[in-house]
C-alpha cells in the first residue's frame, strides 16, 4: 500500500527520499510525491501520477534542495490515481503531510474546514489533516503541538509525517493503526513504512507505538505516547538484508524468488523446533495447554492456513478452524476453550490481521502466535510466539517464497504440537524424513520450468480458467488461481473436484482451460472421475500428476509429471508449479509482472 519516508539532516535529502520511494515501489502505487524545505523557509513541492521514475524525471527538470523533507507513493483509496489526488497535500504555502490510512470521519471534517471557507483541491480523505494542522499552526501552536490537537480527532488509520516552512529544522510523525518506523542515523534522523525504505542510510531502528508521536531533528528525536507523556521506545539494530539485491540474471523479482525457494525452505526448516522456548518464552508451557487451533489471515496467507488445517487436524489431532481476518473480527465468534490463535502475515503489518489479532483476545485463547516474515513488525509485537520465515525480502507482489515458507514453518508448528500432545511415533519420523528431502523435490519442479513454460500459449487468449484439486489439493489450488488472476488478469477460480458437477461443469467448454492438481494419493480415483467429465464436456485439461499417478497426454489433455513426493511435502512441490504457470503466462501476456495493477504487497488499510 501507500509508502511515506521521511528526513531531517545536514544535507540534502531528496535522493534519500527518491532512493527510499525506489524500494518501497514493490508495495504498490499509483503516484508518487515529495517536499521539501529550503535554505531560504521556502515549501517545494513535486508530485506525479504514474511511477516513480516520472517524479524523478519532474525533479531533473525542476530540481529541489533542502535539508528536511517527506515523500510518498499513493494506492488510491478516495479519489483516482491523479496528481492532484498524489501526496503530499499541502495546506498554503506552509504546510505539507503524507498520509498512509484511511480516515473514516473525513467527511464531516471536510464539511467543517468547507463552513470556515477552506478550500480544497484533492477528492482525498488525506487534505483534512492538513488543513486542520494549518489551521492550529496558524493560531499559534508548534507543529508538534498542531499534531497533538489534531490526531485526536481523527477517526480510522493513519500513519503522518508533516514538514513545516516555518520550522525548517524538523518534522513530526504519528501513528495509529498504520505502521510507522524511525530510523536513527549519524546527525540524521528518518522515518518511513518500513525498514526496507530506510535499510541505505541505517541499520538502526525505533518501532512506534499505537498513538505515538515524534518530533525528528538532526541526529535527534522525542516521542511522546497518546496521553502526551514523553517515552522511550527501543532502538533495534538490523543487519543489512543480503537477500534485498537486484534482479541478477533473472528477467523479474517473481521469477528470482521462485527460483530461490529451494534454499528459503532449507533456512527456515533449520529453525531449531525440539527447544522448548523455540517460538518464544514457555512455548512448551503454553502449546501443551492448546486444545484447539483457529488460523487467522488474508490472500496468499489464508490459503496457507486452509492447507495447514489438513495437517493439524490429521497428525496433532486438534479441531482447526481457518477464517479470513477481515471477517472474523466483525462477527460474534466462539472461541473454544484452549485455542491457540495462529496469526499468518508475510509482512507482519496486513491491517486486518493486526485487527482479528487485537481481536483474538478472551479468556479461551490460551495463546496468540504469528507467523511472519518480518521481525518486529506489529504482528510479532502483539503476539505472545513467533515463528519467523526465513524467505528474505519478497519484492514481486504475487507471493512465492513467503507462502511456501510459511507451510514449512507450518509443519514446525505441527510436528510441536503433536509433540507436546504425544501424538509423535511414525507420523512426526515420516514428516522428518519428507522434509528433508522437500528442497531436492522443488528443484525438480524447477527444472520442468521450460516445459511449463510452453503450457503459457494455451492460457494467453483465453479468458477465464478453472483450477481442481481435493482434499489438502483444493487449497493449493485455489492459491493457483490466485496467482494466475493477480499477474495475468485471466478469471481463475477454484474448486473441489468433486463440486464440478454441482455448478461449474456448467462452465466448461473448449475455451475453458482446466488445470488440475493430481498426485498419487487415497483420492486419485476420485479425481481422475472428476477429470473425465471434464474431457466429456470438450474441456482442455492441463493436469499436474505424480510421475506413478497414470495419468498420459492425449488430445485435449496436457499431463507434466511431478516427482513423486509424500503427502507433506507434495502441496508445497505443487505449488510451486502452478507459480511457474502463472508466471509464464503473465509474460506471455506482457502485463508488469513484480507490480500487477490494482494491487499492493503490504495491504496496511482494511
Sequence with gaps: MCGIVAAVGQRDVPEILLEGLRRLEYRGYDS???????????????????????????????????????????????????????????SGHRVALVHNGIIENHQSLRDELLANGVAFSSETDTEVIVHLI??????????????????????????????????????????????????????ETYAGSDTLALRPVTDRFVYLEEGDIAELYAGTYRIFNSAGAAVVRPVTRIDSDKDSGGLGSYEHYMLKEIHEQPQRLEDTLAIDWHSDECFGPQTDALLSRVMAVQIIACGTSYHAGLIARHWIEAEAGLPCQVEVASEYRYRRSVTMPGTLVVCISQSGETADTLAALNHAQNEGVVARLALCNVDHSAIVRASDLTILTRAGAEIGVASTKAFTTQLAALQILVMKLAGTREETGFARRELEAALAGLSGEVRAVIAQERAIKSWAR??????????????IFHPVAMEGALKLKEISYIHAEAYPAGELKHGPLALVDAEMPVVAVAPNDQLLEKLRSNLEEVKARGGELFVFADAEAGFESAPGTHVLPMPHCSDWSAPVVYSVALQLLAYHVAVAKGTDVDKPRNLAKSVTVE
Excluded: C
Excluded at 513541492?45 to 535539508?67: I, N, S, W, Y
Excluded at 508548534?142 to 503522518?160: F, H, I
Excluded at 494455451?458 to 482434499?471: E, I, K, M, S, W
Design 458 to 471: 494455451h492460457f494467453v487468449n483465453r479468458h477465464h480458467a478453472l483450477f481442481l484439486g481435493r482434499g
Design 32 to 90: 508518487a510525491g515529495l517536499a521539501v524545505v529550503n535554505s531560504a523557509g521556502d515549501l517545494q513541492l513535486r508530485k506525479r501520477q504514474g511511477k516513480v521514475a516520472a517524479l524523478e524525471h519532474a525533479l531533473d527538470g525542476a530540481p529541489v534542495t533542502g535539508k528536511t523533507g517527506i515523500a510518498h507513493t499513493r494506492w488510491a483509496t478516495h479519489g483516482v490515481p491523479s496528481e492532484g489526488n498524489a501526496h503530499p497535500h499541502q
Design 134 to 187: 494549518g489551521d492550529a499552526l496558524a493560531s499559534g501552536a508548534s507543529l508538534l503541538e498542531a499534531m497533538q490537537q489534531v490526531v485526536p480527532r481523527l477517526e480510522g488509520a493513519y500513519a503522518l509525517a508533516v514538514i513545516d516552512a516555518e520550522a525548517p529544522d524538523s518534522l513530526v510523525v504519528a501513528r495509529e493503526g498504520s505502521p510507522l518506523v524511525l530510523g536513527v542515523g549519524v546527525a
